[in-house]
């Protein structure tokens, strides 16, 4: 069993910056061999992909998506087993519930982007943006 836990959120105004971080923990294979990704969710909507980032080896290979580009940066440290996703200059459309995940299909080529490559998720933190 893989356990993620995120942590960071909470209510920031409109330019702010916010930190999410993500440890993870349990039986599997070494962290540093699953490619990590961050998802959002507001109710009533698809969970979105936001970033990933490859296994420790490939870390340099990262994806975001469209609408954090510029904005957001992901990292991971491996002697933490943990990933972060740095947030700034938030918007109030990035209000959303954000999830961690670990990909175990990553094979070093293409980053995933759909919440069915991943395989664990951590239970979600709050990002409020207010105007």
């Known amino acids: 069993q893989v356990q993620l836990v995120e942590s960071g959120g909470g209510l920031v105004q409109a330019g702010g910056s916010l930190s999410l971080s993500c440890v993870v923990s349990?039986?599997?294979?070494?962290?540093?061999?699953?490619?990590m990704g961050w998802f959002r969710q507001v109710p009533g909507k698809v969970r979105e992909f936001v970033s990933a980032i490859g296994w420790s080896e490939d870390s340099d290979r990262v994806l975001y998506s469209d609408s954090v580009k510029g904005r957001f940066t992901i990292s991971r440290d491996d002697a933490k087993d943990t990933v972060y996703l740095h947030m700034n200059f938030l918007k109030p459309e990035d209000t959303a519930i954000y999830y961690c995940a670990a990909d175990r299909r990553y094979t070093g080529t293409a980053i995933d982007t759909r919440p069915d490559d991943y395989a664990y998720w951590g239970q979600g933190t709050q990002v409020t943006v207010s105007s």
């Open positions: 349990g039986r599997g294979r070494a962290f540093s061999r699953y490619a």
